[in-house]
């Protein structure tokens, strides 16, 4: 027997290249706030204004895996966070989304973080579990 299968959730905007500005942590929820939006997924795909809330999230189960500067190859020494202390620890500007990874209830957002006083980047994910929506708002 064969069997085939294939996850690939329908989503109506791409958040590749886009870059968080804020994280916030509420009860059981997770906002993103974006510099300059996203893009649509459908024709004439375009940028919109907007941030992302992330329901029925495990606190316990949304962590931030830093790696190394620029995403360079070879050892380095990395560090695995809760969100929470993630966001108590750096004092950062920004995030750039560089990959988005959706499963059964949990996403991964990999990309690269902007430290204030510093030019370095540094490769970044973030793993987070969730029950509830992924809820876009934009300003359309």
Excluded: C
């Amino acid at each position: 027997m064969k069997t085939e299968y294939k996850h690939n959730p329908p989503i109506p905007y791409s958040l590749h290249d886009m870059r968080v500005k804020r994280i916030t942590l509420q009860k059981e929820t997770i906002k993103l706030e974006f510099e300059y939006g996203y893009v649509k997924l459908v024709e004439p795909f375009d940028q919109v204004d907007g941030s992302i809330t992330i329901e029925g999230v495990d606190f316990d189960s949304a962590n931030v895996l830093m790696q190394s500067k620029w995403g360079e190859y070879g050892s380095f020494q990395g560090e695995k966070l809760r969100l929470s202390e993630f966001l108590k620890k750096y004092d950062w500007s920004s995030f750039e989304i560089v990959d988005e990874l959706y499963g059964y209830n949990q996403l991964l957002y990999s990309g690269y973080l902007s430290v204030k006083g510093t030019d370095d980047l540094i490769e970044m994910d973030i793993s987070i579990y969730f029950t509830g929506n992924i809820i876009y708002e934009t300003a359309e």
